[in-house]
């Protein structure tokens, strides 16, 4: 048996290091602390098949309440957590993630951050969309019972329940009673249950980040900060250049990050209309100026309404 459990240990660590572009989420004969914390690749890949098949996922029974990760918010539903990265950490080791999303450690995300299996990360849809977890005393004797909000940041590739989330160490501790955070970090993975709430980023409004490499044939653009779904289901841009003064679709790159390739090149100030999951949508006039510039946050003067 000892030496069953030696190669299964060796499998796991293996996948563990090819989940470097998400996170880990480990297999159920493992604590999640077993793995290393991965650092995301930019631009997600789709993962290579196991050497041996996974086991079973366990499939939890219905929450409390009704509703589902895909849809509106609802009621409680079950999951299992695991957690990554430092114990006081935000997850990924470079503090970002497969949404895009960078320095999760500092305000507004604070490091309360997580993974989400696909149900949750929908393809990257699910970036920005905050949740309540909440752990009992009857799961681990450590859990409050008090319900914490967490940020979805990133991408859980091996999930171990039909719902899964892999949060970061100061996540999985805050859902203890007052000084036993390490005691429930100890568990490694355990029963939880959440909901789907809106965002409320106080004093904030909707901002924009021009990615690195952007130039007038190709314009990447972060959006983060958005009140209630906090999710983003479509981009649209109208460039100071465009002689029929049109919104133009652009397309989901990779997590909350939206692209634009055009052949005639694109010229400032740029509006952005954002529509979120709901569908509904909000216009920040010419957010980002005539002389904008590459690696640069452009806060707009518009919020979806909490």
Known sequence: MAAAF???????????????????????FLPATFCPGPTPDPIPTPDPAPATPPPALATPSPGSGSGSANGSMGGWLDARATWYGAPDGAGPLDNGGACGFKNVNLP???????????????????????????????????????PETVIITDMNYYPVARYHFDLSGTAFGAMAKDGR????????????????????????????????????????ILVEYGNGDGDVAQVDLMDGGEPTVSWRPMRESWGSIWRLDTRRPLRGPFSLRVTNGSGRSLVADQVIPADWQPDTVYSSDVQFDE
């Not at 060796?10 to 297999?27: E, I, K, Q, T, Y």
């Not at 789907?196 to 690195?212: D, M």
């Open 108 to 146: 507004p995300f604070n490091a309360m951050t997580s993974c989400g299996n696909e149900p949750i990360f929908k393809d990257g849809k699910g970036c920005g969309s905050c949740y309540q977890i909440r752990c009992v005393g009857k799961v681990h004797p450590a859990c409050s019972g008090d």
């Open 6 to 28: 030696s190669s299964y240990s060796v499998a796991a660590a293996f996948l563990c290091l090819l989940a470097a572009n998400g996170c880990c989420g480990c297999p159920w």
């Open 181 to 220: 955070n390490d005691e429930l970090r100890h568990a490694g993975i355990i029963d939880m249950q959440f909901k789907r709430v809106p965002c409320q980023y106080t004093g904030l409004s909707v901002t924009f980040h021009v990615e690195k490499g952007s130039n007038p044939n190709y314009l990447a």
